[in-house]
Structure formats: structure tokens, C-alpha cells
């Protein structure tokens, strides 16, 4: 069966990094387009960015791109997620997920979802 499970979340202080990762299995890692997408308390899933199955394109809001890197390793069928200068703003839980295309993730229609990992950033 498909799955998508993401690990590395926890609780980091103002300015720490950590990097997430996404092992996938039951689908064809390589053909897909990747994403990691995030929701905190009383807000809407946002897109943190995207990558297409090459690895070669990416896709950022103008908000992640200073901070967040998405890169992605076919051979081992995990997508990495590396946050520097983390802020408490960037509480949530962070979700990967697949699609055909990096054109379906920047629009949130992909195919297929994990279950997320806690993200917490203290002051």
C-alpha cells in the first residue's frame, strides 16, 4: 500500500534548523512530483514548497525561499525538507506528498499524503 512517512520533526529554539525527511513507498518515487506542505493551529494548509521528479526544478513561495531547501533522493525514495533560521512562527505539522506533476502540488491536488510530523519552535 501506498504510504508516506515523515520523520525529524521536534521542538527546536528560535534560530535552530532541522531537516525532515519522507520515505515513501507502494508508488514509483522517481515518476512523481514532491512536496512539503505545513498547517499550524487554526490555520489552512499552506505549500512550503515543491520539487519536480527530477529534483531539477523547484517550487517556493516567496516566504520559504530564504529558509526552506527541498531536495530529494530517487535511490532512496525520500524527500528531504532542511528549515534554517526556524521561528516560532513556523509551528505546525509538516506534511509530504506526491503527485504527478510539481504543477498538482503548488496547486495542493496530489495523489498521495502522509500522516505529518510536529514541528515546534520555541522563543
Known amino acids: 500500500q501506498v504510504q508516506l512517512v515523515e520523520t525529524g520533526g521536534g521542538l527546536v529554539q528560535a534560530g535552530g534548523s532541522l531537516r525532515l525527511s519522507c520515505v515513501a513507498s507502494?508508488?514509483?518515487?522517481?515518476?512523481?512530483?514532491m512536496g512539503w506542505f505545513r498547517q499550524a493551529p487554526g490555520k489552512e494548509r499552506e505549500l512550503v514548497g515543491g520539487?519536480?521528479?527530477?529534483?531539477?526544478?523547484?517550487e517556493y513561495p516567496d516566504s520559504m525561499k530564504s529558509r526552506f531547501t527541498i531536495s530529494r533522493d530517487n535511490d532512496k525514495n525520500t524527500l528531504y525538507l532542511q528549515m534554517n533560521s526556524l521561528k516560532p512562527e513556523d509551528t505546525a505539522v509538516y506534511y509530504c506528498?506526491?503527485?504527478?506533476?510539481?504543477?498538482?502540488?503548488?496547486?495542493?491536488?496530489?495523489?498521495?499524503w502522509g500522516q505529518g510530523t510536529q514541528v515546534t519552535v520555541s522563543s
Open positions: 507502494g508508488f514509483t518515487f522517481s515518476n512523481y512530483a
Open positions: 506528498a506526491a503527485a504527478q506533476t510539481l504543477h498538482n502540488i503548488v496547486e495542493m491536488t496530489a495523489d498521495y
Open positions: 520539487t519536480k521528479w527530477s529534483g531539477l526544478s523547484t
